[in-house]
């Protein structure tokens, strides 16, 4: 299969625009070497097809479809490979992209758990919205382990686990968490046998988690914020890493080191990572300890075949 990052920052992207932290100024500026990033979004295909999954839709989906040619193959007047859209939460980064397809001629493929359709239909009504353009054609994705077909891409098998993370802010259960505000998905090629983990929003790696992470080829997961305080210590509101549901790289029990724990030959890559993380700074220490440790760190236009 071909995972292709649309976009790897977190919400805001990067730069944000109201932001002058160090590193927001510093990309402007050219005086920080690190490289610009749109917000959170892969597309995966299988190696002979045209057609795939996009997972998520972010606001900056316009944008990566015309950065990345491979997303219009151009077949008839109207064409696009996006043959299904799969949710990992009902966030405003990864769904209101949504609007962007809505000059489709048929109702939009997409997948979805039934707490991120509540979400969409209800605190933020996209999907509601959506009606009154090309219609959502949707499917429920279940956490009972089931694995799934998106149509159109017969090559690709997908399996969501429930994580431990938090529902968007016009969630009515923004502090009380239920299974499926947020998901990570396994990706299995069924040709080559080879599996990618996708979870872009991670708060706590569970053993279900983590023995799912330990059996891919790639994980691609949270990569949000380097410490759990990294916001509110740059005097940027009150809320911790923890808090808004995504687990920090540093510390004792941080992604650093689980994924230190992961067989040798699986390729570690963080991705949706928020503009305020250190490890955007080519030159930092931070990114050297990734380097040290072989973690990657995404970027936009990146191509992981697998
Ligand atoms: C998150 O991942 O925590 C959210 O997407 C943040 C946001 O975009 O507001
Ligand atoms: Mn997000
Ligand atoms: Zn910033």
Known sequence: MRISVLGSAAGGGFPQWNCNCRNCAGVRAGSVRCKPRTQSSIFVRPDKSADGVLFNASPDLLEQIRARPELQPARALRDTAIAGVV??????????????????????????????????????PILRVLGHYCG?????????????????????????????????????????????????????????????????????????????????DAVLVDGTFWTDDEMPRLGIGHKTARSIGHLPQSGPGGMIEW?????????????????TNPILDEDSDERALLTRERIEVCEDGMLIPL
């Open 259 to 275: 994924l230190a724990k992961l067989p040798a030959r699986t390729r570690r890559c963080l991705i949706h990572i928020n503009n």
């Open 136 to 216: 959502v054609d949707r499917h429920r994705i279940g956490l009972d382990g089931t694995a799934f077909r998106v149509p159109g891409v017969e090559g690709l098998s997908f399996r969501a686990l429930a994580l431990s993370s938090k529902p968007a802010p016009y969630s009515p259960h923004r502090e009380q968490p239920v299974d499926g505000d947020n998901i990570g998905m396994l990706i299995t090629d069924l040709a080559s046998g080879a599996t990618a983990f996708y979870a872009p929003g991670l708060g706590a790696i569970t053993p279900p988690v983590f023995d799912a992470m330990a059996g891919a």
């Open 87 to 124: 949710l990992m939460d009902g966030q405003v980064d990864h769904a209101t992209g949504l609007f962007m397809l809505r000059e489709r001629g048929t109702p939009l493929p997409l997948w979805c758990t039934d707490p991120v359709h509540d979400d969409l239909t209800q605190g933020n």
